[in-house]
């Protein structure tokens, strides 16, 4: 079983859908949580941390659920821009990070 | 201000030949990384450095080995390169460990024959 596991997808939605991703890790020690973007051939990129609060960066929102060990994203109002491929990250501990293997979404007009 | 680079962009090499990626960046950060990535699998840590003069293993070690060269540069060696090492590379740096933001450059494509 992999340590961080999300679905594949694809999502395909329209524009201005709201899309949900979840991702379930295994390792209750985890301490800290992201959320990096990865559009087509390129790097990933840092989208937000996640707080055990929950915490909200314009159309974004991360949640987090340590009890059932999973971790959410909410994209409000899809633009054609947000279509890429969202990976979720773990930290164990110090330096160790753990990817997902991404979620794709594509957003059509 | 480049951030992180990497070179090459794409290589093919033959099995058993030799190979050394290069990373460097310029945003004095202190810890930098190196990951693969395969389709299906998401990046897997190969080796870190949490600063100059350190080097530790991740997750995924065994075929490679680095060099932290100086805060900026980060080299990884493939000395036999085997058709299981056929991947994409990325080299990331943060100012710090985990959670400070990773930056990755623009990744490596080999390809082992």
């Known amino acids: 079983r992999k340590e961080v596991e999300q679905d594949p997808g694809p999502f395909n939605v329209p524009e201005g859908a709201t899309v949900a991703f979840n991702c379930t890790y295994s390792?209750?020690?985890?301490?800290?949580f992201f959320w990096y973007r990865q559009d087509c051939r390129k790097e990933p990129k840092l989208l937000m941390s996640?707080?055990?609060s929950g915490n909200e960066d314009g159309r974004f929102t991360a949640q987090l659920n340590r009890a059932s060990q999973y971790i959410s994203l909410l994209i409000r109002d899809s633009k054609l821009s947000d279509s890429a491929t969202y990976l979720c990250v773990v930290n164990r501990n110090n330096n160790d990070m753990r990817f997902g293997a991404g979620t794709r979404l594509t957003v059509k007009p | 201000n480049a951030g992180v680079t990497q070179t090459p962009k794409f290589q093919v090499l033959k099995t058993g030949q030799s190979m050394t990626l290069q990373c460097a960046q310029d945003m004095n950060h202190n810890s930098m990384y190196w990951y693969r990535q395969d389709p299906g699998m998401g990046l897997r840590l190969i080796y870190y450095?949490?600063?100059?003069?350190?080097?530790d293993k991740g997750e995924v070690p065994n075929g490679y080995n680095v060099s932290r060269l100086n805060k900026r540069e980060f080299s990884l060696r493939l000395e036999s390169a085997a058709p299981s090492q056929t991947s994409v590379y990325f080299c990331a740096s943060s100012l710090t460990g985990p959670p400070a933001e990773q930056f990755f450059g623009p990744g490596t494509r080999l390809t082992v024959l």
């Open positions: 390792n209750s020690a985890s301490q800290s």
């Open positions: 450095s949490a600063s100059e003069g350190t080097t």
């Open positions: 996640v707080y055990s």
